[in-house]
């Protein structure tokens, strides 16, 4: 699971602004960070380096609480840390095949408790041109259709998921997904859904351990 170096800096500063995010917003979280051991090392540093120090002068409470820790993981092998409120991916299940998003999505499941949440956050596929489709009892709820007569996903305005699927396939042979794609694959790891948030470009699929 090494990644290229440029693909690893990548992952690290984009862990970094979304910890920085959550700290500006709700100081008294305390974040866990997962990543394969030799990211884990060049997270530590970038921490230390750049967020850390920014932090240090904007929220010195967060750090004097020790608001964040990383932790070594490999997602395919080995469930993450156990018992946490929140277990955020961003940008992971869109990199693999249906089975193997199954596999971490099921370690996923071993780690949570009944009243954990499980966020996928990834572009979510829209149906382009069938305004009934887009009416699911996963989507409707929570998301906003474009007025008529523009396409229930604003057409052209809604094209960078779907340039993405095509990278996605040519580059790993997997894909981005639909909410009902991604509730297919979460029903297989005995996890349910529980909402769908639309933020634009990118939305998050939210799970919950099964009931019942």
């Known amino acids: 699971m090494d990644m290229h170096d440029g693909h690893r800096s990548a992952l690290t500063l984009r862990i970094m602004t979304?910890?920085?995010d959550i700290q500006k917003r709700k100081a008294n979280i305390r974040a866990l960070v997962s990543l394969i051991s030799s990211a884990t090392e060049e997270a530590l540093g970038a921490w230390e380096r750049d967020?850390?120090?920014?932090?240090?002068?904007k929220y010195?409470?967060?750090?004097?609480?020790?608001?964040?820790?990383?932790v070594p993981l490999n997602?395919?092998?080995?469930?993450?840390?156990?018992?946490?409120?929140?277990?955020?991916?961003?940008?992971?299940i869109h990199d693999w095949s249906d089975n193997v998003s199954t596999v971490i999505l099921k370690n996923v499941r071993k780690a949570m408790n009944p009243s954990s949440?499980?966020?996928?956050h990834d572009f979510v596929l829209t149906?382009?041109?069938?305004?009934?489709?887009?009416?699911?009892?996963?989507?409707?709820?929570?998301?906003?259709?474009?007025?008529?007569?523009?396409?229930?996903?604003?057409?052209?305005?809604?094209?960078?998921?779907?340039?993405?699927?095509?990278?996605a396939m040519v580059a790993t042979n997997a894909k981005e997904r639909s909410v009902e794609d991604h509730v297919d694959i979460a029903s297989q790891a005995d996890l349910e859904f529980v909402r769908f948030w639309?933020?634009?470009?990118?939305?998050?699929v939210e799970f919950r351990i099964a009931q019942g």
């Open 51 to 57: 967020m850390g120090r920014h932090i240090r002068q």
């Open 117 to 120: 949440r499980l966020l996928i």
């Open 127 to 167: 149906i382009p041109d069938d305004r009934s489709a887009s009416r699911s009892e996963h989507v409707n709820a929570h998301a906003q259709d474009a007025p008529h007569p523009l396409l229930p996903n604003y057409g052209a305005g809604g094209i960078l998921p779907f340039l993405a699927d095509i990278k």
């Open 18 to 20: 979304t910890v920085e």
């Open 60 to 70: 010195p409470e967060a750090l004097q609480r020790n608001c964040i820790n990383f």
């Open 75 to 92: 997602f395919l092998k080995e469930p993450p840390v156990p018992d946490q409120d929140i277990y955020y991916m961003r940008y992971v």
């Open 198 to 204: 639309d933020c634009v470009e990118t939305s998050m």
